[in-house]
Structure formats: C-alpha cells, structure tokens
C-alpha cells in the first residue's frame, strides 16, 4: 500500500519518527539499525516502508534498506513473531547476522534478542531456513562469507565455554587473520586466562 516515503525528518523518538511529506506527518517504527543511520531532524530523508494492519491500528514501519524490509517481511510469517518482535530482531540485529544466524542454525544469537524465548527461537530458525536466504540474496552471500572466516568459529567456541561475547570478541581482536580454528582458540584461551 505505502511503499515508499521521502520527506522531512519532523522527530526522532526511538523507535518512532515523524516525517513530513508535502505537510502531512507520517509516524514511523524503525528498527534501531535504521534510527542510527537517520539524520538530524529538519533534514531530507527517504524510508523504505511497511504497513501492518491489525484490528486496533494501522502502523508504518520504515527502513533505510530493501534487504531490512525483506528481512522484516519474512519474520511477520513465522507463526509467533508479530511486527513489534520482528522489530526487535532488526534492532538487536543486523540483516547479515540474522542470516548467518538462520543459515547456521544458531539459537543462542536469537535468543539473546528481548522478546524471543528458546522455542519462539527455534521455530524461527526452523521457518525462515530456507526462505530467508532466497529473499536475500546479497546479504546470504556476505554471511556465508562471514562463516567461513575462522573467527566466528573461534567466537562460538569462546561463547560456548562460558565466556562473554565482549571478553571473546577482544580475545579474537588480537589474533591474526590467518590462524586455524584450533590455534586460535588455544591463543585466546591464553590471553583471556590472562586477564
């Protein structure tokens, strides 16, 4: 229905915005990927949109990218998740790493998402398997890419012994690019015994 808005930044409230087209405001949800990348208020902007229709309101939601409106598409059909979850996946979220999510089956990423329990997660998962990457194509191929690095390999073992994501990730920061898998876990298990 509304698939498009390019007007005047009139508020920034997260998530909501108030853009003016041609003097009539539109209120829009955007996801927090999309807030970050808004300008200041008074400036031109250009939305992606998405209309979701429910029994007590009309909501439009917006997105700085086709592949956001996509990935928020997708998620609406998993039985379970609603607009204001879907979201809350974007905005805990990028595109590329709910695919790389979806593709590699990982729950753990999705759950620490607020909203998303351990079954809500799953179904997920099991749901947009598939799909998710055929609507996306782009950002399937730049996650595969991401999953092939040995980084995120040594990031889940590191995650999966315990340790937080902001103690693995500067663990990894200092490994080089080009270590194996093993070796690098051994190297971060070293420096984080460090600590």
Same mark, same amino acid.
């Given at each position: 229905?509304?698939?498009?808005?390019?007007?005047?930044l009139?508020?920034?409230?997260?998530p909501?915005?108030?853009?003016?087209?041609?003097?009539?405001?539109?209120?829009?949800?955007v996801?927090?990927?999309?807030f970050?990348?808004?300008?200041?208020?008074?400036?031109?902007?250009?939305?992606?949109?998405?209309?979701?229709?429910?029994e007590?309101?009309h909501?439009?939601?917006?997105?700085?990218?086709?592949?956001?409106?996509?990935?928020?598409r997708?998620?609406?059909?998993?039985s379970?998740?609603?607009?204001?979850?879907?979201?809350?996946?974007?905005?805990?979220?990028?595109?590329?790493?709910?695919?790389?999510?979806?593709t590699?089956?990982e729950s753990?990423?999705?759950?620490?998402i607020?909203g998303?329990?351990?079954?809500?997660a799953?179904?997920?998962?099991?749901?947009?398997?598939?799909?998710?990457?055929?609507?996306l194509?782009? #950002? %399937?191929?730049? *996650?595969?890419?991401?999953?092939?690095?040995?980084?995120?390999? !040594?990031?889940? @073992? &590191?995650?999966? =012994?315990?340790?937080?994501?902001?103690e693995?990730a #500067? %663990?990894?920061? *200092?490994?080089?690019?080009?270590?194996?898998v093993s070796?690098? !876990?051994?190297? @971060? &298990?070293k420096? =984080?015994?460090?600590?």
């Open positions: 229905m509304i698939a498009h808005l390019s007007g005047t009139l508020a920034k409230n997260p909501q915005i108030v853009l003016d087209v041609h003097g009539v405001g539109y209120e829009l949800d996801p927090m990927s999309t970050y990348k808004l300008p200041d208020t008074g400036q031109p902007v250009s939305l992606h949109t998405q209309l979701v229709i429910r007590d309101a909501v439009l939601f917006g997105f700085a990218t086709q592949d956001e409106k996509h990935a928020f997708q998620l609406l059909k998993v379970g998740i609603g607009a204001r979850t879907a979201l809350a996946v974007l905005s805990g979220m990028s595109v590329e790493e709910l695919v790389q999510a979806v590699l089956q753990a990423r999705i759950i620490k607020p998303i329990g351990k079954k809500t799953e179904r997920l998962l099991l749901e947009l398997r598939d799909k998710l990457a055929a609507a194509p782009a #950002a %399937a191929a730049s *996650a595969q890419a991401g999953a092939a690095r040995p980084a995120n390999d !040594i990031l889940n @073992a &590191l995650l999966a =012994l315990g340790y937080s994501e902001r693995a #500067a %663990a990894i920061k *200092a490994l080089p690019d080009e270590i194996s070796d690098g !876990i051994r190297t @971060a &298990l420096s =984080l015994s460090r600590l």
